[in-house]
């Protein structure tokens, strides 16, 4: 019994390393890697990739979350937030934002969400009002022509009419502190991930529940794990 018990726990571990291992998606060039290192970030722009979960809350229903746009390329993209429970769409900086451009997003009631523009003095400059459903959001990247969200299950980046394959990821995910997470998106499909890096403090990832088959093979090895205790 001790010995299946061991195999179990084995595969129940493999399971956890090759869901993470497949999580990684190696990026072309080294752009972001190099901008991480002149923003002395101390990410790993291979390394350091978080899974990409599909929805994002804020971390106080009354909060708001703070973004910053840090670089663009080519001008006229764009960055915003769409809604996990409908497809309204909120757009945080747009063509005419420049980088190192700040937003606020916040909630308010009645299912609207509230994006306050800021200059670098600190001065509120604009403020836009969204419909939207929920306050569980995802994030979104385009550059008028298409557009590409943080759930590759939305996403065709290689036009094959197939959508989600890890060739349709356009979004990477860095946790760059606690709260603080760094996004980089790639709109051409080079896989170099630096047609737009945004940073967003006050939010946290929602709670993906973990494949069916690692849930059962855990509770097996709980029940195994109880029948030989009481024996």
Request: glycine share 10%; net charge negative; no cysteine.
């Amino acid at each position: 019994m001790e010995k299946l018990i061991k195999v179990l726990v084995l595969l129940f571990l493999s399971a956890f390393i090759v869901s993470a291992s497949a999580m990684a998606v190696t990026t072309a060039g080294t752009d972001l890697q190099d901008f991480f290192n002149s923003n002395a970030w101390g990410l790993d722009a291979d390394d350091d990739q978080m899974e990409n979960r599909g929805g994002w809350i804020l971390t106080t229903a009354s909060g708001a979350s703070h973004m910053v746009f840090y670089h663009g390329v080519p001008d006229g993209n764009e960055f915003g937030i769409y809604s996990m429970a409908d497809k309204q769409e909120a757009t945080v900086f747009g063509s005419d934002d420049t980088p190192i451009a700040k937003a606020t997003v916040s909630f308010d009631a009645g299912d609207v969400i509230v994006v306050q523009y800021w200059n670098a003095g600190g001065l509120l400059i604009d403020v836009d009002n969204y419909r939207f459903s929920g306050q569980e959001f995802g994030f979104w990247i385009g550059d008028g022509a298409n557009k590409y969200y943080s759930d590759a299950a939305r996403n065709d980046v290689n036009k094959n009419d197939i959508f989600g394959e890890e060739e349709d990821i356009a979004f990477l995910v860095y946790n760059a502190d606690p709260g603080s997470y760094v996004f980089a998106g790639d709109l051409d499909g080079d896989k170099n991930f630096f047609d737009i890096v945004t940073q967003a403090e006050s939010i946290k990832p929602v709670h993906t529940p973990l494949p069916s088959s690692i849930v059962l093979l855990g509770t097996a090895i709980l029940g195994l794990v109880s029948v030989n205790r009481r024996k």
